[in-house]
């Protein structure tokens, strides 16, 4: 049996209209699923809505409309890439509409993160002698637009200056990089060239919200400095990153970088794991998660349904930047005190 989804019109993921994936039958054959029969589509009329077997349902786009009329066998797959502390309309309305959920949560029924590291079966030779602190004078940077945000990163970076030197470009700094041709990469060759760390800090502290901050930058040779509630232990591999919260304060923090900044040969063992560690190709990520519903569809009657406000936006037990715990962090000490 060949399983359709659809997409609703007008309907993108960061500007991606394909969701990063594409249509039709082929990309299920181009990504070798194990049931590569499904096919896609955001052509409403292509389908009756009794034929549909999968609605995919952005919570960030344009239209958010549903079918006129639904099926008992079809599913409703709730997709979302954006943080639970940041949606368009409140997920409310939706309870006991969903029956999956596609999104960068790890308890998703088909988790589907921004990227991933995996272990090497063969670890790569290893550059004897090399120093990655040569050439870096400059301590960290941080590239930024969103100035106000509900993470308080930006208030921690204010704190942080008073320790340490801080180059922040874009929209809420004085530095700039523009993008070439529409990329980012010689913006990150730069950071690599000229700085020791990055700050890789989320917009919001969300359960397992890590964005293309930290995965961006681990791609290159600069450590990242990561703010955000991704389970990073279980997600990244050890000493390829520093986590802010896992300091008493920000003044601790600083320290530590400093004495890095200092000490070449402890800076240097935030690399070692690139030797036994990759990245798998974007194309495979990406085409995980739409292998995963295909197969599903194929196999799964049971009767499941969400109240997804519940499970994406009380569930993710987010934490706002004046709370105690994040205050307390950033400032070394309670609010009030």
Same mark, same amino acid.
């Given at each position: 049996?060949?399983?359709?989804?659809?997409? #609703?019109?007008?309907?993108?993921?960061?500007?991606?209209?394909?969701?990063?994936?594409?249509?039709?039958?082929?990309?299920?054959?181009?990504?070798?699923?194990?049931?590569?029969?499904?096919?896609?589509?955001?052509?409403?009329? !292509?389908?009756?809505?009794?034929?549909?077997?999968?609605?995919? @349902?952005?919570?960030?786009?344009?239209?958010?409309?549903?079918?006129?009329?639904?099926?008992?066998?079809?599913?409703?797959?709730? @997709?979302? @890439?954006?943080?639970?502390?940041? #949606?368009?309309?409140?997920?409310?309305?939706?309870?006991?509409?969903?029956?999956?959920?596609?999104?960068?949560?790890?308890?998703?029924?088909?988790?589907?993160?921004?990227? /991933?590291?995996?272990?090497?079966? $063969?670890?790569?030779?290893?550059?004897? +002698?090399?120093?990655? /602190?040569? +050439?870096?004078?400059?301590?960290?940077?941080?590239?930024?637009?969103?100035?106000?945000?509900?993470? +308080?990163?930006?208030?921690?970076?204010?704190?942080?200056?008073?320790?340490?030197?801080?180059?922040?470009?874009?929209?809420?700094?004085?530095?700039?990089?523009?993008?070439?041709? +529409?990329?980012?990469?010689?913006?990150?060759?730069?950071?690599?060239?000229?700085?020791?760390?990055?700050?890789?800090?989320?917009?919001? !502290?969300?359960?397992? %919200?890590?964005?293309?901050?930290?995965?961006?930058?681990?791609?290159?040779?600069?450590?990242? $400095?990561?703010?955000? &509630?991704?389970?990073?232990?279980?997600?990244?591999?050890?000493?390829?990153?520093?986590?802010?919260?896992?300091?008493?304060?920000?003044?601790?923090? /600083?320290?530590? !970088? #400093?004495?890095?900044?200092?000490?070449? /040969?402890?800076?240097?063992? %935030?690399?070692?794991?690139?030797?036994?560690?990759?990245?798998?190709?974007?194309?495979?990520? !990406?085409?995980?998660? @739409? *292998?995963? &519903?295909?197969?599903?569809?194929?196999?799964?009657?049971?009767?499941?349904?969400?109240?997804? %406000?519940?499970?994406?936006?009380?569930?993710?037990? *987010?934490?706002?930047?004046? #709370?105690?715990?994040?205050?307390?962090?950033?400032?070394?000490?309670?609010?009030?005190?």
């Amino acid at each position: 049996m060949r399983h359709s989804f659809s997409r #609703m019109k007008k309907v993108w993921v960061f500007g991606n209209y394909s969701f990063y994936f594409g249509f039709g039958r082929e990309p299920f054959v181009k990504a070798k699923c194990r049931v590569n029969s499904c096919f896609t589509t955001s052509d409403r009329s !292509l389908f009756s809505l009794e034929e549909v077997d999968a609605v995919v @349902w952005h919570s960030r786009s344009d239209d958010q409309s549903l079918p006129s009329k639904r099926s008992p066998h079809t599913r409703y797959v709730f @997709w979302s @890439w954006e943080s639970a502390h940041y #949606m368009f309309d409140n997920l409310q309305q939706f309870k006991n509409v969903f029956n999956w959920t596609f999104t960068y949560r790890v308890d998703s029924d088909f988790p589907n993160p921004f990227s /991933a590291v995996y272990r090497r079966l $063969v670890p790569k030779p290893v550059s004897v +002698g090399k120093n990655y /602190a040569s +050439g870096k004078k400059r301590l960290a940077a941080w590239f930024v637009s969103n100035c106000e945000t509900k993470s +308080g990163r930006e208030r921690l970076v204010k704190k942080l200056k008073k320790w340490i030197r801080i180059d922040v470009y874009g929209r809420c700094g004085s530095y700039k990089c523009p993008w070439k041709n +529409g990329k980012s990469n010689n913006c990150y060759e730069l950071i690599e060239r000229k700085y020791k760390f990055y700050f890789s800090f989320e917009n919001s !502290l969300c359960k397992d %919200y890590a964005t293309e901050k930290i995965f961006n930058i681990l791609r290159f040779n600069v450590v990242p $400095v990561v703010y955000g &509630l991704m389970n990073y232990t279980a997600k990244l591999p050890p000493k390829s990153y520093i986590d802010a919260l896992a300091f008493p304060t920000a003044k601790s923090l /600083a320290t530590y !970088l #400093m004495f890095l900044h200092k000490n070449d /040969a402890a800076y240097n063992e %935030y690399f070692r794991w690139k030797v036994y560690h990759q990245f798998p190709s974007e194309w495979s990520l !990406l085409a995980k998660p @739409w *292998c995963e &519903l295909c197969e599903r569809l194929h196999d799964d009657q049971s009767e499941k349904v969400y109240d997804i %406000y519940k499970w994406f936006i009380e569930d993710s037990r *987010c934490i706002h930047h004046e #709370m105690n715990k994040i205050s307390k962090f950033i400032d070394g000490k309670a609010p009030g005190k």
